[in-house]
C-alpha cells in the first residue's frame, strides 16, 4: 500500500474510533402518585441501536440537583459517551426543581421518591430492554440529587444493587436556608425528628444492611464537604465497604462532569461483578 494512502487510513480509522454513536430521546414517564406526566432523557449506547435486538443493558439512572431539570446532566456534561463507553443505559429524570426525591410529609402531592424509585424504573424497565434486577441497576446523582440517590436506594433495597452520591446535601439538616426546602421537608423545628430520620449520616447502618455497591465523592472546596466527610467517617466506624474520594474543586458543573465518569465506571465494575456472582448462585 502507498505510504501515503496507509496514514490516511490509519488517521481515519482513529477518528472514527472515537465517534460516539449513543442515542439520546425524550419521553414522558407517567405518574400514578402525583396524577401527571414528566419528561426524561435516555441515553442509549451504540450497541443497543445496532447490535443484537436480544441484548439486554444494565441501566444508570442520573438524578439532577436543586433548581434543575431531566436536562441538566446532558445539557452541562458529555454524559453520552460513558453510555458507549460503559454499554449502558443512562436515564435522566425529572425530580421537581426542590422536591429533595422524597414523599413529602407535608406535601402530598410531592411523590418524588415514589415517582423515580418505582414508577420511572417501571417503565424504564418495560419500554427498553434493560436486565430488570438489582445487579443491573445503579443511581447516583449531583447535590440534593447526591442525596436523593442514597435515600431512594436506601428505601429500595431490592430495586438498586450500587448507588452514589456527587458533591451530595448528604445531611439536609445543613440545608435548612436552600430555597423551598422547608416545603418537602417541614419546619426544621417542628419537624425535627423527620429532618433528623432523613439524614443519610443517621442511615450509615442501614447503607451497610442494604449490601449497595456505594460510591461517594466531593469536591475539597465544596460547602458540603464536612458533611461528605463525616458520612464516610462514620461508614468506616461501621466497616460499610465504599468508594469514597475527594478532588480539588467546587459545587460546579466542571467538577460534577468529570466526577460522573468516575462513578460511571465504578458503576460498570459493579455490575460485572454483581452480575457474574448472580450467574454462577444460579447454576
Not at 406535601?107 to 424504564?124: F, L
Request: proline content about 5%.
Amino acid at each position: 500500500m502507498n505510504p501515503v494512502h496507509a496514514f490516511w487510513l490509519i488517521l481515519m480509522l482513529l477518528v472514527t474510533s472515537r465517534a460516539w454513536a449513543f442515542q439520546s430521546l425524550v419521553v414522558s414517564i407517567p405518574s400514578a402518585a402525583m396524577h401527571q406526566s414528566f419528561d426524561a432523557m435516555v441515553v442509549l449506547p451504540d450497541q443497543y441501536v445496532r447490535g443484537n435486538a436480544a441484548d439486554r443493558f444494565p441501566v444508570v439512572y442520573l438524578l439532577h440537583g436543586s433548581g434543575g431539570d431531566y436536562t441538566d446532566w446532558s445539557g452541562n456534561s458529555h454524559i453520552g459517551k460513558l453510555a458507549d463507553r460503559y454499554h449502558v443505559i443512562l436515564v435522566m429524570p425529572d425530580g421537581g426543581r426542590e422536591s429533595w426525591y422524597i414523599d413529602s410529609p407535608v406535601d402530598p402531592g410531592s411523590r418524588y421518591e415514589t415517582y423515580v424509585g418505582t414508577e420511572v424504573v417501571a417503565y424504564i424497565d418495560e419500554h427498553f430492554r434493560t436486565i430488570a434486577a438489582k445487579q443491573a441497576r445503579a443511581i447516583t446523582g449531583l447535590s440534593m440529587g447526591g442525596f436523593g440517590a442514597l435515600h431512594i436506594a436506601l428505601d429500595r433495597p431490592d430495586a438498586f444493587g450500587a448507588a452514589g452520591s456527587i458533591s451530595g446535601a448528604v445531611d439536609p439538616r445543613g440545608c435548612e436556608d436552600e430555597p423551598g426546602i422547608d416545603q418537602v421537608f417541614g419546619d426544621p423545628a417542628a419537624d425535627a425528628d423527620f429532618w433528623n430520620n432523613e439524614a443519610i449520616v443517621e442511615n450509615a447502618r442501614s447503607l451497610g444492611n442494604a449490601h449497595l455497591a456505594l460510591t461517594i465523592d466531593c469536591g475539597v472546596n465544596d460547602t458540603l464537604v464536612q458533611a461528605n466527610r463525616a458520612l464516610h467517617e462514620r461508614l468506616v466506624e461501621l466497616g460499610v465497604p465504599h468508594d469514597y474520594a475527594e478532588r480539588p474543586g467546587g459545587h460546579t458543573w466542571r467538577y460534577w462532569s468529570n466526577a460522573v465518569q468516575y462513578q460511571v465506571l465504578f458503576f460498570a465494575g459493579a455490575f460485572r461483578h454483581a452480575l457474574r456472582h448472580a450467574t454462577h448462585a444460579a447454576i
